[in-house]
T-cell receptor, first 115, second 117 residues
């Protein structure tokens, strides 16, 4: 069964500092991995995805994530946080061998960037 | 970029009534659409997978007679919450899988906040 773990309910960081939001996954086959951001009472906005190729994926708003197969991780990073990055972040996984194309979400991590 | 329109964005209804939520892919075709439910400060829980022209596949614990899903075309899926009760109050989000992309391109609607009085 597929699963995603986001071990931190909340991450606090000062503006201008680097940020990391952690994600580990479990799938039976090879994964597609995604990061989404959600603002209050809104749907999900796509940040980035790993499908194949380079393990370092660059996405929207200066975010990037590194796929680490041996550690089954896909941590989200940004070199310099902005107050406007404060939001709820979801990691998600899809097993590319699963023809249903189900996307399984982690529990979410709230990022709080203080001025 | 691809857009998924979800309507209404917010609905308030009385207990016992039914509510229909629409999910449309505006500029692409979607063989598969997904419906999620999100409680406050929690993650998205997959409710069902909707395939065009066939019956939806419901996740364990989701009542198919209560949450009716219709996927009549490659651009429209609807979720009807029948005989709604206060415990059905939640944020519902749909997503659409762009056809021919092998599961690589998934787009989300903006969500529907359902409040049942």
């Amino acid at each position: 069964a597929q699963s995603v773990a986001q071990p931190e309910d909340q991450v606090n960081v000062a503006e201008g500092n680097p940020l990391t939001v952690k994600c580990t996954y479990s799938v039976s086959g090879n994964p597609y991995l995604f990061w989404y951001v959600q603002y209050p009472n809104r749907g999900l906005q796509f940040l980035l995805k790993y499908i194949t190729g380079d393990n370092l994926v660059k996405g929207s708003y200066g975010f990037e994530a590194e796929f680490n197969k041996s550690q089954t991780s896909f941590h989200l990073k940004k070199p310099s946080a902005l107050v406007s990055d404060s939001a709820l972040y979801f990691c998600a996984v899809r097993d590319r061998m699963d023809s249903s194309y189900k996307l399984i979400f982690g529990s979410g991590t709230r990022l709080l960037v203080r001025p | 970029g691809a857009v998924v329109s979800q309507h209404p964005s917010r609905v308030i209804c009385k207990s016992g009534t039914s509510v229909k939520i629409e999910c449309r892919s505006l500029d692409f075709q979607a063989t598969t659409m997904f419906w999620y439910r999100q409680f406050p400060k929690q993650s998205l829980m997959l409710m069902a997978t909707s395939n065009e022209g066939s019956k939806a596949t419901y996740e364990q614990g989701v009542e198919k007679d209560k949450f009716l899903i219709n996927h009549a075309s490659l651009t429209l899926s609807t979720l009807t919450v029948t005989s709604a009760h206060p415990e059905d109050s939640s944020f519902y989000i749909c997503s659409a899988d762009q056809i021919g992309q092998g599961g690589e391109k998934l787009f989300f609607g903006s969500g529907t906040q359902l409040s049942v009085l």
